[in-house]
């Protein structure tokens, strides 16, 4: 949860506010008021991977590069999604997962005002310091369906 606020909260927000319907998948034991406070939509991951039942499928995924590389149900449906051109792939972290390297490239999104002012509202509830919160989240992504919906929040860079 903290690290999804970090890395692509005011994104979130912005998304939210721009009509998007935010679904983030956390563990059961992690606090979802930071990522309410965004405008997203909590369920738990493992009851949602698990699941018979699933909704409608999305139009754009975002995920951690550690939780790509350590959970296959995940890997799989994100590569899923790149194979098919199914969705929009955002990936955060550190470090990019090989297998993702060279399929999506660097982007990133320029925060609104609302977005910066509620993701700090969303820090201040998740006890997150460091950093004052800059006017760009910057990530990797990939099969920009976004742009071809009309909606241009991601920017490639270099």
């Not at 949860?1 to 970090?6: G, I, L, N, T």
């Not at 995920?63 to 799989?76: G, I, K, T």
């Amino acid at each position: 949860m903290v690290d999804a606020v970090r890395n692509v909260g005011g994104w979130m927000f912005d998304r939210v506010m721009a009509g998007w319907d935010v679904t983030v998948l956390i563990s059961g034991s992690e606090d979802a008021r930071p990522l309410q406070i965004l405008g997203a939509t909590v369920l738990e991951l493992e009851q949602s991977l698990t699941s018979q039942a699933h909704g409608p499928m999305p139009h754009a995924i975002a995920v951690a590069a550690d939780l790509f590389e350590v959970d296959a149900r995940v890997r799989c449906g994100v590569l899923d999604a790149l194979d098919h051109g199914t969705a929009e792939v955002t990936v955060w972290g550190d470090t990019c997962p090989s297998e993702l390297d060279a399929r999506i490239g660097s982007v990133q999104h320029e925060l609104s005002v609302a977005a910066r002012a509620f993701k700090a509202q969303a820090f201040a509830a998740a006890a997150i310091g460091g950093p004052v919160i800059g006017r760009t989240e910057v990530f990797r992504g990939g099969l920009p369906l976004a742009q071809l919906a009309g909606v241009r929040d991601l920017v490639p860079m270099g």
